[in-house]
């Protein structure tokens, strides 16, 4: 079998489309896995460098393949984006997993760190507290304009609203 150089996977929720070339950048795979099938697939594999956007569960599959020997790498979907019109016509899994593969060859490519559990943890902490954040803040202002039509108009800010509300009871 010919060797395999690169591998791009277009990581959806259930379904992943492969996409590899040889060394002298001809398709030598192509293909289409269910979640559960991928891990194995890619222990059967001789370790190589994969690539992957960044989005849902990159960092999670990245370890894991890692973990098989192979040399994962991470890139921002922006930096893939030039290499998915490349002479393809619409815009698909496989079509991705190709572009990813080439975008994955290209020297001067530029790779998200991969994050450990820890460091993921840390971040879901930030973007949830941010979410309640700007929850709050929608929630207050849509009261105020609510508030408005009752004639009590106050100013912005969640202190505002605490105030008047604190002086109301």
């Not at 492969?18 to 950048?25: A, E, F």
């Not at 984006?81 to 001067?108: F, M, S, V, W």
């Amino acid at each position: 079998m010919t060797k395999i150089m690169r591998v791009g996977i277009d990581l959806s929720k259930n379904v992943f489309v492969i996409y590899g070339v040889d060394g002298r950048d001809q398709r030598v795979l192509k293909k289409t896995l269910k979640r559960a099938e991928l891990l194995a697939f890619f222990a059967q594999l001789e370790p190589g460098l994969v690539g992957m956007e960044a989005g849902s569960g990159a960092h999670h599959w990245a370890r894991e393949l890692i973990k098989l020997g192979h040399d994962a790498r991470i890139m921002d979907p922006r930096l893939v984006a030039p290499y998915r019109n490349q002479g393809r016509t619409g815009k698909n899994d496989a079509n991705d997993a190709e572009a990813i593969c080439e975008a994955l060859g290209r020297p001067h490519m530029r790779f998200v760190p991969i994050k450990d559990p820890e460091q993921q943890a840390i971040l879901v902490i930030h973007r949830v507290r941010k979410g309640i954040v700007n929850e709050q803040n929608r929630v207050a202002n849509q009261l105020r304009g609510l508030l408005a039509e009752f004639g009590v108009v106050m100013p912005q800010g969640l202190e505002s609203l605490k105030r008047v509300w604190s002086n109301t009871r």
